[in-house]
């Protein structure tokens, strides 16, 4: 026991020799007491507990160049802290590596990783010049600051030079991507979906592995996939060899011609208050161009007779103006009310004209003698035929 | 002759009730005899209470005590006149009536 203690006692002075006098007088008494307590315990803790001489090697190697010795600095130093016996001269030492910087460390090793990761805006030198910034950069990056309206224009270039020829394919593409759990029949997903949890019960029971559960998973799901593009590819041939032409007429919404039918003119002022009225907006104007309304030869001729001045022989186009009530809507209603009411009247010429032509062949008829006698001796010879049975 | 005298009488079968049916649908009021009718004034649209409000109104008729006070005002003032000697005349010696003797 003395032996050691004057082996200590002779570690601690050497330490203290590097301090300043305070702090020979602040840190004595400590660590004699230290000493004074350390004839109690049995000899077996200091075994594990690390010496003064060796953690201080340990440093002076790490200090050196050596950064392999790191993990054992730190495993010692969790030794000292947890026997005890070494607080103070632990608190020294920290201060002592406070004061002193690192010199060795490398900033780039850490850097490296977060520069590839994260990208960051250059530093703009002058910031009272942004506007020239700006202007910079939107000249070098054509994309830089994207608009609404600039991306319009750049769809519209790549229209026009041919680089986006196929838009509604792209349009397809695009609904198939955001729509993509539509894209498979549901059978086929409720076979999927019945092959995922036969395998998920196997790997819960403990049957089979994980990974050897995952690559059954992935056999199945190629399968799957090539069964449903070889049902595809059947599909599309006999479609071909069928040459069934499909009903486009279904799919199109729009009602044949160019541009609607009716044509409606009307005026909105804005006033200053509350009440939208004004005598200026009771006025409506309706269009037609007649073509559009398959009427035959006589009723479109009788039409131009209903309406007079009101069609233009040029444009086809007919014109019905009202402003007979007050408000605009009553005298939309109107407007329309009158195009059918013509409508209706024009329709009534082919029966008119049906019946004067047959008046016409049946006055022919009555002034030709040869075919009354004929008539005459018809409904005779019907007159004896009926009377024979009475 | 015979197909000349057909298409005319097919047009005029088509244009057969052309006016009435014109009248009809756009409102027109048929005159044929030319007679002079109402339907001008009874086509017109109500437009008195736009001539009514012609001039703006004056607040101080709905006030009884300011008209009791300017018809005091009037009758102090011809009361006045009447003193003198410059009221109205009397019916029948007007400068009109005078006129209408001569």
């Known amino acids: 026991m003395r032996r050691t203690l004057v082996r200590n006692g002779s570690l601690y002075t050497r330490n203290l020799l590097h301090h300043s006098a305070l702090a020979l007088a602040a840190s004595s008494r400590p660590q004699f007491r230290l000493f004074s307590s350390n004839e109690n315990p049995p000899p077996v803790p200091q075994i594990d507990d690390v010496n003064n001489k060796e953690l201080k090697a340990q440093i002076e190697t790490y200090f050196k160049g050596d950064e392999k010795v790191l993990p054992s600095i730190m495993e010692a130093i969790l030794k000292r802290k947890l026997s005890g016996n070494h607080e103070d001269t632990d608190d020294e030492l920290m201060e002592e590596l406070r004061m002193r910087p690192l010199d060795d460390v490398d900033d780039r090793d850490f850097e490296s990783d977060f520069e590839s990761i994260h990208d960051t805006d250059e530093e703009i030198d002058d910031l009272y010049n942004a506007r020239d910034v700006v202007m910079k950069r939107m000249v070098k990056d054509e994309y830089f600051n994207m608009d609404d309206k600039k991306w319009d224009d750049i769809v519209e270039d790549g229209i026009k030079h041919g680089l986006l020829r196929d838009t509604k394919e792209c349009e397809e593409i695009l609904e198939d991507m955001l729509s993509w759990d539509k894209l498979l029949p549901d059978d086929i997903k409720q076979k999927v979906e019945v092959k995922f949890n036969e395998l998920g019960d196997m790997c819960e029971r403990g049957e089979l592995e994980p990974e050897e559960a995952y690559e059954q998973f992935k056999k199945f799901e190629d399968e799957i996939v090539a069964k449903y593009l070889d049902k595809m590819e059947k599909e599309e041939a006999s479609q071909f060899d069928d040459t069934v032409v499909p009903d486009k007429k279904k799919d199109l919404d729009d009602p044949p011609g160019e541009g609607p039918i009716l044509r409606w003119q009307t005026r909105v002022v804005f006033a200053p208050g509350g009440d939208a009225w004004h005598p200026k907006n009771r006025k409506v104007k309706l269009s037609v161009t007649v073509k559009e309304l398959g009427l035959s030869k006589y009723q479109f001729r009788r039409l131009r007779e209903l309406v007079g001045k009101r069609y233009h022989p040029g444009r086809d186009e007919l014109t019905i103006t009202s402003e007979r009530f007050e408000h605009r809507e009553e005298n939309r209603k109107d407007c329309l009310r009158t195009l059918l009411s013509l409508i209706e009247e024009a329709g009534k010429a082919n029966k008119l004209v049906d019946d004067a032509r047959s008046s016409y062949v049946k006055e022919r008829l009555h002034t030709n003698p040869a075919f009354m006698e004929r008539l005459h001796a018809k409904s005779m010879r019907l007159r004896e035929s009926n009377q024979v049975p009475a | ?102």
Do not use: C
């Open chain 2, 1 to 102: 002759m015979a197909s000349g005298s057909l298409k005319n009488m097919l047009s005029v079968a088509m244009n057969q009730g052309v006016v009435e049916a014109r009248a009809r649908i756009f409102g027109h009021q048929l005159n044929p005899t030319g007679m002079k009718t109402p339907h001008k004034l009874l086509r017109m649209k109500l437009f008195g209470e736009k001539v009514a409000q012609w001039y703006p109104h004056d607040i101080k008729k709905d006030d009884p005590l300011v008209m009791a006070r300017q018809e005091q005002e009037r009758l102090s003032k011809l009361e006045m006149l009447k003193r003198r000697g410059k009221g109205p005349p009397k019916k029948g010696q007007g400068r009109r009536a005078a006129k209408r003797n001569k």
